[in-house]
């Protein structure tokens, strides 16, 4: 059971919007920086959003993030069908005093 | 161009030990944090261990403490992972990756494409 708590699966139309959730407790979410990360079927994790709401170089801007006490949102607009995929959420811990991420979000893009 | 390879990987018996490395390269190894993150087959991310620049302070997920062991060797540009005492619940794809410079919280901006070990007799 992970400490981040996400839906397992979201799904949209091509061209809409979906939002992923996640949920964390006063000591993860509600004391750290939250980040997202993108995995593509059979290929390593990729950092989408940093700091709860900032963008590495080369996302787009149809990605974003923001935060709100102890839960934090992933939102993809325009979806394209190259979106599917299984999407986490991310923060650190300090009551554990180390990483923890979500269960992940399968996307489906109908 | 930044890179993560990570190798050392395999089948291993319960009880057993393996040593993990991760070399990098494209850019100053010695400037990042460093992490391990672990996927069992078809489950989501697990984080593993952390290490600063210097090697000066680690941090584990609580199920590897005493087994695990993290370490960097910045010479070489490479991570290590020594895993001792394996247990089927380690099975997992093991990935290394890095922590941005320029983020204030944790995150990991760069990884390996992952090294599978399996545990089983």
């Known amino acids: 059971q992970s400490v981040l708590t996400q839906p397992p699966s979201v799904s949209a139309a091509p061209g809409q919007k979906v939002i992923i959730s996640c949920s964390g407790s006063?000591?993860?979410?509600?004391?750290?920086?939250v980040s997202w990360y993108q995995q593509l079927p059979g290929t390593a994790p990729k950092l989408l959003i940093y700091d709860n709401d900032k963008r590495p170089s080369g996302i787009p801007d149809r990605f974003s993030g923001s935060k709100s006490g102890t839960s934090a949102t992933l939102g993809i607009t325009g979806l394209q069908t190259g979106d599917e995929a299984d999407y986490y959420c991310?923060?650190?811990?300090?009551?554990?005093?180390?990483?923890?991420f979500g269960g992940g979000t399968k996307l489906t893009v109908l | 161009e930044e890179q993560l390879v990570e190798s050392g990987g395999g089948l291993v018996q319960p009880g057993g030990s393996l040593r993990l490395s991760c070399g990098a390269s494209?850019?100053?190894?010695?400037?990042?944090?460093m992490s391990w993150v672990r996927q069992a087959p078809g489950k989501g991310l697990e984080w593993v261990a952390h290490i600063k620049q210097d090697g000066s302070e680690e941090y584990y997920v609580d199920s590897v403490k005493g087994r695990f062991t993290i370490s960097r060797d910045n010479a070489k540009n490479s991570l290590y992972l020594q895993m001792n005492s394996l247990r089927a619940e380690d099975t997992a794809i093991y990935y290394c990756a890095r922590s941005p410079g320029y983020s204030d919280g944790w995150a990991l901006d760069y990884w390996g494409q992952g090294t599978l070990v399996t545990v089983s007799s």
């Open positions: 494209g850019f100053t190894f010695s400037s990042y944090w």
């Open positions: 006063s000591s993860s979410i509600g004391k750290n920086y």
């Open positions: 991310a923060t650190w811990d300090s009551s554990l005093s180390g990483g923890v």
